[in-house]
C-alpha cells in the first residue's frame, strides 16, 4: 500500500461549489503539506502543517482551508470553488523540516 | 524570495546518451535539494535529496551535484533509457524563520527516443 494517499483522485465540479480533497498517510510523520501544480508554474505550496495543533498559510492560501483531523490525515477544502482553482493537487509528508519529502499520487480538479 | 530555475525546459536525447539536467537557485541559505521524477499525471517520486553540506550524491545511474555558494545543482543521467523519459523537477529546501520551506523549479521535459 501506498504511504500517502489521496482522494479522490480526479473530481470534476462546478462553480461554487464546495469541494473537499483529503490526504492520509502511514510514514508517521508529523509534517503534512498541500501544494497545487499548474502548467508552467510549477508546484506551489498552499498550506503546511507541522503538527495537529500547528497549521500554516503558504503563497496561495487564498480561497482554501484546511483540516489537520490527525497525524495521519490532512484535508484540504474549497469553500466555493472557481475555474481557476483547476489544477492537480499534491499532498506531501516530510518527518522534519529539513526532511525528504514523500508525496501523494495528486487529484486532478476540474471546476467548470 | 527564493527563485528556481531549470533549464532546459525540455531536453530530447536518443538512447544511450548522458545528460546534464541544470538547476539554479537566488538564496543559498537551503537545507537541502531535492531531485524529482513525474510521469504524466502521476504524482513525484523522490530521487535524491542532497544535504547543504554535501557536494553530490548517487543513486545507480543517477548522480546530483550541489554547488551551495553558486546557486547551482545539476542531475546526471548516465546510459539514458526511454523509461527515463519523464519531467524531472529540482525543489530547494530554503531557510525560514517559521522552518523551511520548498521551491520548485518548472521541470525539465525528457524524452529518450529508442
Known amino acids: 500500500d501506498a504511504d500517502v494517499t489521496q482522494t479522490p483522485r480526479n473530481r470534476i465540479t462546478k462553480t461554487g461549489k464546495r469541494i473537499m480533497l483529503e490526504c492520509s498517510q502511514t510514514?508517521?510523520?508529523?509534517?503534512m503539506y498541500w501544494y497545487r501544480q499548474d502548467p508552467g508554474l510549477g508546484l506551489r505550496l498552499i498550506y503546511y502543517?507541522?503538527?495537529?495543533?500547528?497549521?500554516n498559510k503558504g503563497e496561495i492560501s487564498d480561497g482554501y482551508s484546511v483540516s489537520r483531523q490527525a497525524q495521519a490525515k490532512f484535508s484540504l477544502s474549497l469553500e466555493s470553488a472557481i475555474p481557476n482553482q483547476t489544477a492537480l493537487y499534491f499532498c506531501?509528508?516530510?518527518?522534519?523540516?529539513?526532511?525528504?519529502?514523500?508525496f501523494g499520487p495528486g487529484t486532478r480538479l476540474t471546476v467548470t | 524570495k527564493q527563485e528556481v530555475t531549470q533549464i532546459p525546459a525540455a531536453l530530447s536525447v536518443p538512447e544511450g546518451e548522458n545528460l546534464v539536467l541544470n538547476c539554479s537557485f537566488t538564496?543559498?541559505?537551503?537545507?537541502?535539494l531535492q531531485w524529482f521524477r513525474q510521469d504524466p499525471g502521476k504524482g513525484l517520486t523522490s530521487l535524491l535529496l542532497?544535504?547543504?553540506?554535501?557536494r553530490e550524491q548517487t543513486s545507480g545511474r543517477l548522480n546530483a551535484s550541489l554547488d551551495k555558494s553558486s546557486g547551482r545543482s545539476t542531475l546526471y543521467i548516465a546510459a539514458s533509457q526511454p523509461g527515463d523519459s519523464a519531467t524531472y523537477l529540482c525543489?530547494?529546501?530554503?531557510?525560514?524563520?517559521?522552518?523551511?520551506?520548498?521551491?520548485f523549479g518548472e521541470g525539465t521535459q525528457l524524452t529518450v527516443n529508442p
Open positions: 542532497i544535504q547543504s553540506s554535501q
Open positions: 506531501a509528508t516530510s518527518a522534519t523540516g529539513q526532511g525528504e519529502q514523500y
Open positions: 525543489a530547494v529546501n530554503r531557510k525560514e524563520t517559521s522552518g523551511s520551506r520548498l521551491t
Open positions: 510514514k508517521g510523520h508529523d509534517r
Open positions: 502543517s507541522f503538527d495537529v495543533k500547528d497549521i
Open positions: 538564496d543559498s541559505a537551503i537545507y537541502n
